[in-house]
């Protein structure tokens, strides 16, 4: 098995390649459930150069509960390929004892039960006393941020961002890359990044009108650590004007540009760059591609999809390592560059149990100060949950059924739609549900919960449109993201076919009635990206829909059919 192994060996041009994880030492300590913070910090330190990752961190200051999904299907050539396994089957390729902290940590599996046992995960201020402890023994590690960091909170919502610029900044990156940070709108975006201490990086941020690269998000940047030149070329979400508003960036243009990613890897390799990385808010299988068709890149630190691997994935030359989000991970590269070529690596990423790691103090009274003016607001009870609630999956989770509900309860409608956003942490049965957490999972600036009329025959379009999203084979045609949440609506979805002929067997729920191409349904949704939407917003819909409960209690949700897996 993976984790059995302390060295991974492959062929690398005429030399070795030599790759080691980490995983292995922590996975047989969580087992024995005898984890120290200096036990999830050991790192046998190797090579002369460092990278230290962390991701996705969605506006989440605090410790939280986060479940990683049990059904994340991959198509083509990535069916049945990491990231694409989950639950037992995950376990059983990393060797994870049933029970450990590494199966509450990496696996959905009796996510409720362990996390009564093992506690919260994440925390900036136990990041930052890893990033600590790692600079400690490395001091040049150059620390890197794929993005998503701005947005997904109360706070972050409040302060448009700025919350989490001055954690981030305490933490010190040497650079950070985008994507959900551009939904606070581009005026705010330049404002913030004209004013920090580190690189803003993006080879595929363009000026919209003259489609020409931009000053203010430079492709990469060079750095000279362990008397090696090093090169970090940016590479925000390539999708942005298509899954996020474009009104509100509209002077920016984005894709995937892997050929000018490719010219950017040979301009930095004739400025003597000795290795290359790129900081990739792609996703992880548009990574896996893009590893495959640009030559010369060294290792891709992987976010945007959210995967959480206890080892790298090796595509040709290239390490794609991929570090979770929402602070839950941190991942430390070890790379000995030598003579121009990356000759081995060494790997381990960090689960973040905030109950084993202590927080950095100052880190923590700075996270307590941004939060000060709001707690009262955010700490609000307005009901409990008798079920688990969480987010992650290809499908339906807990928390988008509570929306749905609430948004065809509070807003009158058949059907509701809810957006497959992957940010938000979980709440276990048995806890207060505050008004801080009904924002972890709505928090946007583009909430408006609208109310309008469908027929059945754009109902279909949409949820054909969004499948293709996700299930098309080629990863250059998948925007991330999973399947619109949809509530009084049920489906079956055939991933195996091609686009257009996905969905079908579409039932009104509440009636048992197959949805008619002709007629008009009362559709409620929220997060349009169209300029203009009306209706209160959903945190607000939410909250009321959870007053009135007083108690949430989740049903089994069994409204789509999957087939073709």
């Known amino acids: 098995m993976i984790s059995r192994r302390d060295f991974l060996q492959v062929s690398m041009a005429a030399s070795a390649l030599l790759g080691a994880s980490g995983f292995g030492n922590w996975a047989r300590l969580a087992a024995q459930q005898k984890l120290t913070q200096d036990q999830l910090l050991n790192f046998d330190t190797y090579g002369n150069v460092s990278l230290i990752h962390v991701t996705d961190i969605h506006g989440q200051l605090k410790p939280i509960y986060f479940r990683e999904p049990s059904i994340n299907i991959g198509v083509g050539s990535n069916k049945g390929a990491v990231p694409h396994v989950t639950g037992a089957d995950f376990r059983k390729l990393y060797g994870i004892n049933d029970g450990s902290p590494s199966h509450y940590a990496l696996s959905s599996g009796d996510f409720a039960a362990l996390a009564e046992g093992y506690g919260r995960v994440g925390g900036l201020d136990r990041v930052a006393t890893v990033i600590n402890a790692i600079r400690a023994d490395r001091p040049d590690a150059i620390l890197l941020d794929g993005g998503d960091t701005w947005h997904g909170s109360y706070t972050t919502y409040h302060t448009q961002g700025q919350d989490m610029?001055?954690?981030?900044?305490?933490?010190?990156?040497?650079?950070?890359?985008?994507?959900?940070?551009?939904?606070?709108?581009?005026?705010?975006?330049?404002?913030?990044?004209?004013?920090?201490?580190?690189?803003?990086?993006?080879?595929?941020?363009f000026d919209a009108e003259w489609d020409e690269p931009t000053e203010l998000f430079p492709p990469y940047k060079m750095f000279e650590r362990g008397g090696t030149k090093i090169a970090v070329i940016g590479q925000a979400f390539p999708y942005m004007p298509i899954a996020n508003p474009r009104w509100m960036f509209p002077e920016y243009s984005f894709g995937i540009r892997d050929e000018n990613m490719a010219a950017m890897v040979d301009e930095v390799r004739s400025m003597g760059a000795e290795c290359v990385v790129v900081l990739s808010h792609n996703g992880f299988d548009v990574d896996k591609k893009m590893a495959s068709v640009v030559p010369g890149i060294d290792v891709i630190l992987s976010g945007h999809t959210h995967d959480a691997l206890p080892e790298p994935v090796l595509v040709g030359k290239t390490i794609i390592v991929p570090s979770g989000s929402n602070g839950k991970f941190v991942s430390r590269v070890d790379l000995d560059i030598?003579?121009?070529?990356?000759?081995?690596?060494?790997?381990?990423?960090?689960?973040?149990?905030?109950?084993?790691?202590?927080?950095?103090?100052?880190?923590?009274?700075?996270?307590?100060?941004?939060?000060?003016?709001?707690?009262?607001?955010?700490?609000?009870?307005?009901?409990?949950?008798?079920?688990?609630?969480?987010?992650?999956?290809?499908?339906?989770?807990?928390?988008?059924?509570?929306?749905?509900?609430?948004?065809?309860?509070?807003?009158?409608?058949?059907?509701?739609?809810?957006?497959?956003?992957?940010?938000?942490?979980?709440?276990?049965?048995g806890q207060d549900i505050t008004r801080e957490d009904i924002w972890g999972v709505t928090s946007m600036t583009y909430g408006e919960a609208y109310r309008t009329e469908m027929t059945g025959e754009f109902l279909k379009v949409v949820l054909e449109d969004v499948a293709d999203n996700i299930f098309n084979p080629d990863p250059y045609y998948q925007q991330g993201g999973d399947m619109v949440r949809t509530g009084g609506l049920g489906y079956r979805v055939d991933v195996s076919k091609p686009q257009g002929e996905r969905i079908s067997n579409m039932t009104l729920l509440s009636t048992g009635e197959q949805i008619d191409p002709s007629k008009s349904y009362v559709v409620a949704g929220w997060a349009s990206v169209n300029e203009g939407t009306e209706g209160p917003q959903i945190w607000d819909v939410v909250e009321s829909h959870i007053r009135k409960l007083g108690t949430v209690t989740v049903q089994d949700n069994n409204s789509v059919d999957v087939v073709g897996i």
């Open 338 to 429: 030598r003579d121009g070529q990356m000759m081995g690596y060494r790997t381990k990423l960090i689960p973040i149990f905030s109950d084993v790691i202590a927080p950095d103090p100052e880190v923590s009274a700075l996270i307590d100060a941004q939060r000060a003016p709001y707690e009262a607001a955010m700490g609000e009870v307005i009901g409990k949950t008798d079920s688990t609630l969480y987010r992650r999956g290809n499908f339906n989770g807990t928390w988008d059924d509570v929306i749905c509900d609430a948004l065809i309860s509070e807003r009158d409608a058949e059907i509701a739609l809810s957006p497959g956003v992957r940010w938000g942490p979980s709440l276990i049965a």
């Open 165 to 205: 610029v001055n954690v981030m900044n305490a933490l010190k990156p040497d650079a950070m890359t985008f994507h959900w940070e551009f939904t606070l709108g581009s005026d705010r975006v330049n404002e913030i990044v004209e004013s920090l201490p580190f690189a803003a990086l993006g080879q595929n941020i």
